[in-house]
């Protein structure tokens, strides 16, 4: 699985801008990818999520690209808000009822 | 949307007590659930797969006689903590997915402060 970091990388944006935050995986056999969006104090709150079969998805304010040659994963959020301030984690697993392997997360702070 | 209900959402107890976590799928039936730990400002860390109607699968370096699961029903998972010491202080969160090949739904966690 992932090793767990003790600092989370943070990515700090003004309000109206655009974010992304980055993920890389270390797993080939991956085969679903969902990106959470955790905020102080609760749990992960699904976002969007992609399948090996695509290399891009659109949500609401939200893109998700992957790169399956170099095991990468990216989140876009357009026009950032205040109300996107949390932390941001990638994860994959295998399809079906597998495991999900969290990456160490990201905190994006949106300043107004 | 998909509801996955936690409780409580914290507890502070003794040293040596024992605690009991109810993850319930409120909207869905989830004959998978699973539990994670998570300190400050890490990761989620998996502890166990919860299977209705049989043993849970535990990970590598989780006890399973310090954490026991019982998924008795098909919207239910309990985790029960025994004789928990400061060290089992955490953030614990169950999850379950909606179907097969479906995303992991969360609960809010449960904030276990032991002292």
């Known amino acids: ?112 | 949307g998909a509801v996955v209900s936690q409780h409580p959402s914290r507890v502070i107890c003794k040293s040596g007590t024992s605690v009991k976590i109810e993850c319930r799928s409120l909207d869905f039936q989830a004959t998978t659930m699973f539990w994670y730990r998570q300190f400050p400002k890490q990761s989620l860390m998996l502890m166990a797969t919860s299977n209705e109607g049989s043993k849970a699968t535990y990970e590598q370096g989780v006890e399973k006689d310090k954490f026991l699961i019982n998924h008795a029903s098909l919207t239910l998972s309990t985790l029960t903590v025994t004789s928990a010491h400061p060290e089992d202080s955490s953030f614990y969160i169950c999850s379950a997915p909606t179907g097969a090949n479906q995303p992991q739904h969360f609960g809010d966690g449960t904030r276990l402060s032991i002292l």
């Not at chain 1, 944006?13 to 990818?33: H, K, L, P, R």
């Not at chain 1, 095991?71 to 301030?85: F, R, V, Y």
């Open chain 1, 1 to 112: 699985g992932e090793s767990v970091g003790l600092h989370l990388p943070t990515l700090s944006v003004q309000e109206g801008d655009n974010s992304i935050i980055n993920c890389a995986y270390s797993n080939s056999a991956s085969d679903y990818f969902i990106w959470y969006k955790q905020e102080s104090g609760k749990g992960p709150q699904f976002i969007i999520d992609i399948r090996s079969n695509m290399d891009k998805r659109q949500g609401q304010r939200v893109t998700v690209l992957l790169n399956k040659t170099v095991k990468h994963l990216s989140l876009q959020i357009a026009a950032t808000q205040p109300g996107d301030s949390a932390v941001y984690f990638c994860a994959e697993n295998k399809g079906g009822y597998s495991t999900l392997t969290f990456g160490k997360g990201t905190m994006l702070l949106v300043s107004p």
